[in-house]
């Protein structure tokens, strides 16, 4: 639905850019050939005026002063180029010219005066206009020029549609945008609603049990049922805070707070944490570091903590008790590889790619929805979760090196 709302509305845009540069063209030919009309009219009572100028045997008799406006004036030149008639004609036009004159004047200005003239039988007769009032050019083009403007009015014309569909490009990114930021905030606060409606309740549910599997007075068999309990609601209460986490990063909401990690340090922490939460009882953990000093991440100390616990927590929920855990850290190139994996022999880090395991369309892996978030957290560093199955699950956090 959203593509084709995007199609339609490019589709439209489109539709009104060619609208507007085809009229723009149109107009702009109507322009042209008003005023090119309007340039002959102009033209056309030079000749009235000739014929209403007649000479009588002594003196012109002008008989046609309706045909110029009052701010035009007329002028005869005889064979010599003197002046023997004239109307309104400026003080500042002479009296007399060379033929070199005429042959200046007959078709630009004349002391900037645009003129008209026409040939007569006893002399050249003028018709000027008030300076400024028209623009006369000489309009002649060479004819391989005159056949190139119908690709220049296409350039144009597909300049000004490229131009049009940029904007629009970028007003419907930032509508689409600013639409899926409201989307984004309506669904972080329902699930944001949704999860504090949920925490509620479960944190009863675990005080109440807590207490129940402390409590010596209850028979044993008792205790076990609350300790299941407790546990299974701490993974309701870790899957509600996954769910909170995925969709934040999702929306781009989760904000990095990046620090200098030392990859060493860092997953025996992490491994301490996870062995006191009480978690890995009854699953022997190992560690594999190299002796070579390991390259430093910028990363968010909390989030990538929140990966690799996912990860061992995966691998204790979904292996039987006595399963080994291995982690560890190697360097690739400008990455370093954080790895986790359960189940089998240890693999080794040239696992075979075919084996690799790709998300299912919901997000999640065969293992379980919480390692969506473990690629969603990889991906917000600039890297990458790689998943490998078979008898061994083993996944790679592939994150740029700091160095």
């Given at each position: 639905m959203r593509m084709r709302s995007l199609l339609k509305g490019a589709g439209l845009v489109a539709a009104a850019a060619a609208l507007i540069v085809l009229v723009t063209l149109a107009g702009l030919l109507a322009f042209v050939a008003y005023n090119t009309s309007t340039g002959r009219d102009w033209s056309a009572p030079v000749g009235e005026v000739s014929r209403a100028l007649t000479w009588d045997g002594t003196a012109y008799v002008f008989t046609g002063e309706d045909l110029l406006e009052d701010d035009r004036w007329a002028m005869l030149l005889d064979e010599s180029g003197r002046v023997v008639w004239s109307l309104r004609k400026p003080?500042?036009?002479?009296?007399?010219?060379?033929?070199?004159?005429?042959?200046?004047?007959?078709?630009?200005?004349?002391?900037?005066?645009?003129?008209?003239?026409?040939?007569?039988?006893?002399?050249?007769?003028?018709?000027?206009?008030?300076?400024?009032?028209v623009w006369k050019h000489d309009m002649a083009m060479d004819m391989d020029t005159l056949f190139q403007v119908p690709a220049w009015f296409a350039a144009l014309f597909l300049l000004a549609l490229g131009c049009v569909l940029g904007l629009a490009y970028r007003v419907l990114r930032r509508w689409f945008r600013q639409e899926q930021q409201v989307r984004d905030a309506a669904r972080s606060g329902w699930i944001n609603g949704v999860s504090h409606d949920i925490r509620t309740p479960l944190a009863v549910v675990l005080g109440t049990a807590a207490q129940l599997e402390a409590d010596p007075t209850l028979p044993?068999?008792?205790?076990?049922?609350?300790?299941v309990i407790c546990r299974q609601s701490q993974a309701i209460r870790d899957l509600v805070n996954d769910l909170n986490l995925t969709m934040r990063l999702d929306c781009a909401m989760q904000a990095l707070r990046k620090e200098l990690l030392q990859p060493a340090a860092f997953l025996r922490q992490t491994a301490a944490d996870f062995l006191n939460s009480g978690m890995a009882e009854g699953y022997p953990l190992e560690m594999e570091l190299l002796e070579t000093p390991l390259p430093a991440i910028q990363a968010d100390a909390f989030l990538l903590r929140r990966a690799v616990n996912n990860l061992l927590t995966n691998c204790v929920r979904h292996n039987a008790p006595g399963c080994p855990i291995r982690m560890g850290a190697r360097a690739e190139g400008a990455f370093l590889v954080l790895w986790v994996e359960s189940g089998g022999a240890a693999s080794t880090p040239d696992t075979d790619p075919s084996q690799q395991r790709q998300l299912e369309p919901d997000g999640g892996a065969a293992h379980g929805t919480g390692l969506k978030l473990v690629s969603q957290i990889a991906a917000a560093h600039g890297g990458e979760a790689r998943f490998y199955g078979g008898d061994v699950f083993r996944c790679e956090l592939w994150l740029p090196s700091a160095s």
């Open positions: 003080a500042d036009v002479p009296e007399t010219y060379t033929l070199t004159d005429v042959a200046s004047f007959t078709r630009w200005y004349l002391r900037d005066y645009p003129v008209q003239c026409r040939v007569r039988d006893d002399g050249l007769l003028v018709v000027g206009a008030p300076k400024g009032s044993p068999e008792r205790r076990k049922q609350a300790a």
